[in-house]
């Protein structure tokens, strides 16, 4: 725990759930071999420089939390080329299929970190981020489970120290009492503003929303999502 986190809900002391799937295809282990060496920041190397960790001058820098597969990720640093990416995933599977997409769509302004993005939301300078996104994370259903989530009082506090004010929080999720969860926490902070003045101000996607295949299950499924935006004030 650092001198940053603030009282209250505890910082979650360790990632859980799995870190990798299924074998590997053949060509996703060659790019887990070859490319996600050039592809992957270390935290340490984003505190004096975050743009510095990418090959050529950027504009700003975004983050996205668990990405899943990395079709939105990949999605938008595609839409947006002069932004810099660093997307946050422990499960090797899903990083394998987001390499696939960045030889596929030769995206050079990604980078990964592996592991826990509390660890890059940590070494990040104050005011860094010009977004951050976080995507149906890991809902950790059972009472005893809801430590394990990612929103907490503590991640909330770094993410509004290492975002520009006026700057967006992007959070999606298709669990009804993870929404609740993640709205209590984050307006009970006092370092957000949810602005929203109708119902389809959290029922519609983001302008440009390419979706996700967790999505669609959840969607298949019955479940609605939710779209919550927040500004740093």
């Known amino acids: 725990m650092t001198d940053r986190m603030p009282q209250g809900e505890r910082q979650r002391p360790t990632l859980y759930g799995r870190r990798k799937g299924k074998k590997l295809r053949t060509h996703h282990s060659l790019l887990v071999e070859e490319l996600l060496p050039q592809m992957t920041v270390a935290p340490s ?19 996205e ?16 080329p002069d932004i810099g990416f660093i997307g946050c995933e422990p499960f090797l599977n899903g990083v394998a299929k987001l390499l696939a997409l960045i030889e596929e769509n030769d995206l050079d ?44 009082d503590a991640s909330v506090k770094e993410m509004a120290r290492a975002l520009r004010p006026g700057c967006e929080l992007h959070f999606a999720t298709d669990i009804d009492d993870y929404s609740a969860w993640a709205l209590a ?37 019955g479940r609605k999502p939710v779209y919550l935006t927040f500004v740093k004030r």
């Open 109 to 152: 302004n990604i980078r990964i970190h592996g592991g826990d993005a509390l660890e890059v939301l940590n070494a990040l300078p104050d005011a860094s981020l010009g977004r951050v996104t976080i995507l149906y994370p890991d809902p950790w259903p059972k009472t005893y489970q809801k430590k394990r989530r990612f929103i907490s």
């Open 45 to 63: 190397a984003l505190a004096s420089s975050p743009r510095g960790v990418f090959d050529r001058p950027l504009d700003d820098l975004w983050l």
């Open 185 to 221: 926490r984050i307006l009970r902070s006092n370092l957000f503003d949810w602005r929203v003045s109708a119902a389809s101000d959290w029922t519609t996607p983001w302008a440009q929303w390419p979706g996700t295949r967790y999505e669609a299950k959840a969607i298949a499924a």
């Open 65 to 80: 939390v668990g990405f899943g597969g990395g079709e939105h990720l990949a999605h938008d640093a595609g839409l947006h």
